[in-house]
């Protein structure tokens, strides 16, 4: 093993002992493993998509799988317009410089963006990797580009000035690494790939910077048998030096997305509207065309304030977590419009924060009446959430779905401090009175919440 680090020579035992000690690959183990309290508490998290691809910034972060994979007309064309003939993707790397990138100023942001959570791309589908990776020499940040371990920089800022929560997306394979493409030419009979490359990393990122949240991708359509993810995720929860709070996602494997892991995510921008029987997560993008930064993107394709709250609110009522994407510059920006949603989404939660952190789904999701109302609740208490979406012209909001005793239930709107009349319906049902303002006297905007107290 000479010339080896000690890095390398710890993931290889961890694999080995991994494997040996798993002599039944079975999901029942992994599956049945409680999520930590923390995760469901939180909510709301932020995804950093940031990599080689941001150099280009085009299309999407698959654009060299578009351009040299798929060979789509319009990432040729971009090639050929603006760059050199014999232009190679890896000659973007020396060009993803991250001289704006300050971890602290991202903290800070992220912070204030009211995110619980943060999950921060160490190495998508291209396989370049933001830390000094033991097995990707040259092809990462330590070694060409910045020349930085931006990982490490960006825990250090989160851990070191908020009280959020560090996550690392990790992609299982990579599009053209030589050792993937030949697993995959023996339709994956043979894993060099995973127990040189992939698998040595996991063990690496999470000895290195021990993540609370493991966030897995790309799985190449190779079984999770051939990742090894019983082997890993067996070390990961149970001799990890995260153990006890590490959560994870169910893309382990073809065939494990929304089945098994931690929590589901089912598909990117997944929100079922209705309530699941698993912890799930909404991955979505504030770009609807891109999880990486655009240069060609239209205003119009950035999501609103009023269509991100919205999510949020259905996300949360129907028991999940809201996982919100930004796309960083080449050299480590967060544009305007990104940060401006983000600190929107602060405002907003600095008023109505009761109403989704740490909050549980009500035995209603959505209100029966009216479409635009949905609810959450605080059983022991006996508080529920009715969060509006649209303020009525008549200053009356009607609730289906609650029943309300006159002399014990008690209606107040979140960041307002009178209560507020309100009637019964019969047996089921509330018309509530709310007060009337003008546009600078509301307590926010972009959505409302109501506290119901003694509801039945």
Not at 7 to 25: F, H
Not at 202 to 218: A, H, M
Request: aromatic share 16%; with cysteine.
């Amino acid at each position: 093993m000479q010339g080896w680090s000690l890095i390398q020579v710890w993931a290889l035992l961890s694999i080995s002992l991994s494997c040996q000690s798993l002599t039944d690959p079975n999901w029942g183990p992994i599956d049945s493993r409680p999520l930590p309290e923390w995760f469901d508490r939180a909510k709301f998290g932020v995804f950093i998509h940031w990599g080689v691809f941001s150099v280009p910034s085009y299309g999407s972060e698959w654009f060299w799988y578009y351009w040299q994979k798929q060979k789509l007309t319009p990432y040729v064309e971009f090639m050929d317009k603006n760059y050199p003939p014999g232009f190679s993707y890896a000659d973007f790397a020396p060009m993803f410089t991250a001289e704006f990138f300050d971890a602290v100023q991202w903290a800070d942001l992220l912070n204030d963006s009211g995110a619980k959570y943060v999950v921060l791309t160490t190495k998508h589908h291209e396989g370049f990797t933001l830390w000094g990776s033991q097995t990707s020499w040259n092809w990462n940040a330590v070694d060409v580009g910045p020349r930085r371990d931006l990982v490490a920089e960006l825990g250090d800022a989160i851990r070191g000035r908020t009280d959020l929560r560090f996550g690392l997306y990790h992609s299982l394979f990579e599009w053209f690494n030589p050792l993937f493409l030949e697993d995959e030419a023996n339709h994956f009979k043979t894993n060099k790939f995973p127990s040189k490359k992939s698998l040595p990393e996991l063990y690496e990122i999470v000895n290195k910077y021990r993540p609370e949240v493991l966030w897995s991708d790309g799985d190449g359509n190779a079984p999770a048998s051939y990742w090894n993810s019983t082997g890993f995720l067996s070390w990961l929860y149970n001799e990890s030096p995260v153990r006890k709070t590490v959560v994870t996602n169910d893309r382990w494997g073809l065939g494990t997305i929304c089945k098994h892991g931690g929590y589901y995510t089912c598909a990117d921008r997944y929100n079922p509207g209705h309530l699941l029987p698993h912890k799930w997560e909404n991955c979505m993008t504030i770009d609807r065309k891109s999880w990486g930064f655009r240069r060609n993107a239209e205003l119009r394709d950035f999501l609103s304030i009023q269509q991100l709250v919205q999510t949020l609110v259905e996300t949360v009522s129907c028991g999940g977590n809201l996982l919100v994407n930004i796309g960083p510059t080449h050299d480590g920006q967060i544009i305007p419009l990104f940060e401006e949603r983000l600190r929107q989404m602060g405002q907003w939660l600095s008023v109505n924060g009761e109403a989704i952190y740490s909050t549980k789904p009500w035995r209603h999701q959505n209100d029966t009446v009216t479409p635009t109302v949905w609810y959450t609740s605080r059983p022991e208490q006996s508080l529920v959430y009715a969060v509006f979406l649209t303020w009525p012209k008549t200053d009356s909001l009607i609730l289906g779905a609650p029943s309300a005793t006159a002399g014990h239930s008690k209606v107040t709107l979140v960041g307002y401090s009178e209560p507020l009349r309100w009637q019964a319906m019969g047996k089921q049902g509330l018309l509530v009175t709310l007060p009337t303002f003008n546009l600078n006297q509301l307590p926010c905007q972009w959505g409302w919440a109501l506290r119901l107290h003694n509801i039945a």
